[in-house]
């Protein structure tokens, strides 16, 4: 089998190394960001979450083995049982609710993000909507585990430990091994797709990185 994967992924390694500089990743690791930008940035990624999701559920429809679906269904979970979850308590605790983030009015890199993400899983292949998504998972295992690393006392007393803390250990790094290596056997099926694939992969990764800019912007709106 070739490994597609890890090609792929070094192209988008610079990327996410200046995803790392960012002023809100300092900031969250620090734990010197405002409570006004974490809200923000907690909603924000809160509307990116339900559409990821509603990405999953446009690729389950184009999988052709059980195999192919219960990986998608065992990555949602792991979603939705650490990031949703830790995003849902912090909201409550700010006053706020789902239908305050559905009525959130979202900024223009978020929704870039967005429809390019719902584009590729609408309409492409199986391998290219899964390249759309796959940074987002990756990028994250690869930014905070990286930190982590370098600074093991991250944690101690950082308010934002509940965020962070899922990105960080083994857990993340095997669920990210493991959807690589899903991602790659796609990409032995459409060999041919390889330069496209990683271009995808690329654009999602650049996207991460105007996230994680935007994200140090704490001005939020709503349409009512």
Known sequence: MT???????????????????????????????TDEQVTKYIVEDTRYL???????????????TLEEIRMFYDILAFVKEGETS???EFITKH???????????P????????????????????VEGTMSILPCMLSYGYIFNKLYKENK???????????????????????????????NALMNEYPNSFEKCKSIFRFSSLRELEFWKMSYNNKLEFKY
């Open 50 to 64: 339900l559409n990821y999701a509603k990405c999953y559920a446009l690729l389950i429809s184009k999988c052709n």
């Open 3 to 33: 490994d597609y994967m890890t090609k792929i992924i070094e192209d988008s390694l610079p990327i996410w190394d200046e995803c790392i500089k960012t002023p809100f990743v300092q900031g969250l690791i620090k734990g010197t960001l």
């Open 95 to 105: 006053g706020l609710n789902d239908h305050d983030v559905e009525t959130s009015i």
């Open 153 to 183: 006392d991250m944690l101690i007393n950082n308010p934002y430990k509940d965020i962070l803390e899922g990105y960080i250990g083994e857990e993340m790094e095997l669920w990210c091994k493991e959807w690589a290596n899903f991602a």
């Open 107 to 126: 900024d223009i890199e978020n929704q870039i993000y967005i429809d390019s993400m719902m584009n590729w899983c609408h309409n492409g292949s199986l």
């Open 86 to 88: 830790v995003r849902r």
